[in-house]
């Protein structure tokens, strides 16, 4: 059995909703599905106000404008985080300063943020690392203190939440991706997520190219100019009308993806005791999605010969990520702050094995059977 890492799911209406999207006459963004998008995440999420973009990396970009980033501003994140946290910074000028994260839940370590602050500090950028809430009371309160910002990569976290909030729906800004590759999907697609009044109106023009269109088109004022900085992030209705199939069927997407995730942990819980593994950290008051399932493994030479025998066995797994602060852009463009090292660990133990919303159980079995003939032979 050949099992790759990732399929993306389709839950069937998608060409239909593509269809009457090209019939509504309508194409460019923000028509009908752009609107039933737009409010189901409003709804679900629990946001202020959410906005379509083409990419959760569009979504950030807009928060660097929407802070006014320059030359030199510092914005503290992760290491242990996909390139566009950090690109959609240093685009503006902005110099990502790189903290450590928590061994347990593989999120930015909250305790260490403070020391790393200084009067060029602008943002927090805490990464929803597979889903799993960051420890966002400590970082509201820090922010809040020091007059920071905080923006949610909450790239991985649809629908999952903290405290019972929905993540995206806690800093001022936050970015959301359908990706192919993240739980629910439109290709290439993202929302910005808008919690603090002050940045609605602005983030609105900035999106449409730097004008004020979006309030022409409400019927608020009687022509539109070019009022400021901006670019294009409005997807077309054609992945809307995609998005919106997704969308109205993502509960049902999340509770399959949570059956594999359970199914794997509960599987796994054996080579955890034997101390060949370590299984993924949910805190109690995190509500998962399941976007990701991974091991922690005893070290990296373990952690590439296992990714080989499962490659041997059909299985495709694969590492995450390659740390920001050892990339070349990221030793250019970014500092650290301390030794990093749990990313550093982290980063080189770290499988993450196949899983997609349509998994059949007897493909997690299978999977299960060749994890446990490659942690064998250590
Ligand atoms: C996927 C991902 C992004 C980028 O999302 P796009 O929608 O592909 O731009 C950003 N941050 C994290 C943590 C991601 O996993």
Not at 68 to 79: Q, T
Not at 119 to 130: F, G, K, N, Q, S
Not at 139 to 162: K, N, P, T
Request: glycine share 8%.
């Amino acid at each position: 059995m050949e099992i790759p890492f990732n399929r993306f799911y389709l839950t069937g209406n998608e060409l239909e909703y593509v269809r009457q999207a090209q019939l509504q006459e309508h194409l460019c963004g923000d028509g009908p599905f752009s609107r039933k998008c737009a409010s189901w995440l409003e709804e679900k999420t629990g946001c202020r106000k959410a906005l379509l973009v083409p990419s959760c990396t569009a979504a950030l970009e807009m928060a660097a404008m929407l802070l006014d980033i320059r030359a030199g501003d510092e914005v503290i994140m992760p290491s242990f985080t996909f390139v566009s946290t950090a690109n959609a910074f240093v685009v503006r000028g902005g110099v990502p300063v790189f903290v450590d994260i928590r061994a347990d839940s593989l999120n930015l370590d909250e305790s260490l943020v403070e020391a790393a602050l200084t009067p060029r500090t602008r943002a927090i950028v805490p990464v929803h690392y597979a889903g799993v809430g960051c420890e966002m009371d400590a970082l509201l309160a820090l922010a809040a203190e020091r007059g920071l910002e905080l923006i949610e990569d909450a790239a991985h976290g649809i629908l999952a939440s903290y405290k019972g909030r929905g993540l995206g729906s806690i800093g001022q800004l936050a970015g959301l991706s359908f990706h192919e590759t993240k739980n629910v999907v439109s290709g290439e697609g993202g929302a910005l997520l808008i919690n603090d009044a002050r940045h609605e109106r602005r983030a609105e023009i900035i999106r449409e190219k730097g004008t004020n269109r979006t309030e022409f088109l409400r019927g608020a004022v009687d022509r539109y100019s070019w009022v400021d900085i901006g670019s294009s992030y409005l997807p077309s209705e054609i992945v809307a009308a995609f998005l919106w199939a997704q969308l109205e069927r993502s509960e049902e997407i999340t509770a399959r993806r949570l059956a594999v995730w359970r199914h794997y942990h509960a599987g796994l819980a054996d080579l955890e005791r034997q101390g060949k593994v370590r299984r993924p950290v949910v805190p109690q008051h995190c509500g998962a999605n399941a976007h990701l399932y991974y091991l922690l493994l005893p070290d990296e030479a373990r952690r590439e010969s296992f990714i080989r025998a499962l490659a041997k066995r059909g299985v495709e797994a694969s590492f995450h990520y390659v740390p920001l602060h050892s990339s070349p852009a990221g030793r250019k463009f970014g500092r650290t702050h301390g030794d990093l090292a749990v990313t550093d660990q982290v980063a080189c133990r770290l499988v993450r094995l196949p899983l997609w919303t349509a998994m059949e159980p007897a493909v997690v079995d299978h999977v299960l059977q060749a994890v446990e003939e490659a942690a064998r032979s250590f």
